[in-house]
């Protein structure tokens, strides 16, 4: 796969992450395009300038070490206008979709997977218990493909987001969710199974 990335770039193709974050967007990719969206969607904007940091730190250290920390001020300033927090180097498959994305929360060790869609207010954080012996056992989510998380969700701790589930506005996970499922409620709980997918302008790999 990394092989293939590579070829692409060497193409002039724009990364494979990019391509699929700008499709989610507009349902189309072209460069005009991700430009356009660069400059007047705060959301968007934040997305493309991690993926900028992430492709800079693949590069070689010759070019790496001079422009990642540029890349990563941009980023910086592009998650202060959108008003989340969304650290660069949270690994965040293809097809990120951020709606209205005021109060966004993205802990640096999430996994999420491609084709998700977060709108405001979402949490993706760590949760710490205390053992018996009293050492601190630390967890982060992982969300898998084609996850839907509503507004203001809260997602902390060691707990897997099955493929294609839905996280229903203001609910709080703190236990794994099965594939295909809608949760809602404090603590979350399962309301319906079997479910389709909300995904808006899905990437297709």
Known sequence: ???????????????PAFKADTWRQFRSFSWP?????????????????????????????LVSRPLLPV??????FACHAA???LPWKTSIGPGLALTHGWGTVVNEHALIGSNVTLFHGVTLGQRDRIAADGSRLTGYPVIEDDVWIGPHAVVVGPVTIGRGSRIAAGACVFENVPAHSIVMGNPARV???????????????
Not at 4 to 11: K, L, Q
Not at 71 to 76: F, M, P, Q, V
């Open 1 to 15: 796969m990394h092989t293939e990335i590579m070829r692409m770039e060497a193409r002039g193709a724009p990364p």
């Open 33 to 61: 395009l991700a430009l356009q969206g660069v400059i007047v969607r705060r959301n968007y904007r934040a997305v493309a300038t991690l993926r900028l940091c992430q492709w800079m730190a693949q590069r070689p250290p």
């Open 71 to 76: 890349a990563r001020i941009l980023h910086r």
């Open 83 to 85: 008003g989340i927090d």
């Open 191 to 205: 309301v319906k199974s079997d479910c389709a997918p909300d995904v808006m302008n899905r990437w297709e790999f």
